[in-house]
């Protein structure tokens, strides 16, 4: 049985950081690689950054230059470190790991707001 399990998250003012942090446990077989999603309202979630297990990196067009995707123990924890935070990264952020399913951490709301 997998979980993730996610930290960080809360609210930050415009230009702001914060660092959302996500572990894994049990067995992800044919573990492909972990990301973070996010999902705003009004809409649909969309890949925020990915990192492979071969450790290629992926970013969204709107996070690239901001937003840094890393990590440690391995592959079992997964980090995101979102700098010059926008009103417009609002949203709940989810931690995925990819396997021979998907799996999904609990979401952690993120809020940018003076």
């Known amino acids: 049985q997998v979980q993730l399990v996610q930290s960080g998250g809360g609210l930050v003012q415009p230009g702001g950081s914060l660092r959302l942090s996500c572990i894994a446990s049990?067995?992800?077989?044919?573990?492909?690689?972990m990301g973070w999603y996010r999902q705003a309202p009004g809409k649909q979630r969309e890949l925020v950054a990915a990192?492979?297990?071969?450790?290629?990196?992926n970013y969204a067009d709107s996070v690239k230059g901001r937003f840094t995707i890393s990590r440690d123990n391995g592959k079992n924890t997964v980090n995101l470190q979102m700098n010059s935070l926008k009103p417009e990264d609002t949203a709940v952020y989810y931690c995925?790991?990819?396997?021979?399913?998907?799996?999904w951490g609990q979401g952690t709301q993120v809020t940018v707001s003076s």
């Open positions: 049990g067995t992800i077989f044919n573990f492909n690689g």
């Open positions: 995925n790991a990819k396997g021979n399913y998907n799996y």
């Open positions: 990192i492979t297990r071969g450790g290629s990196l």
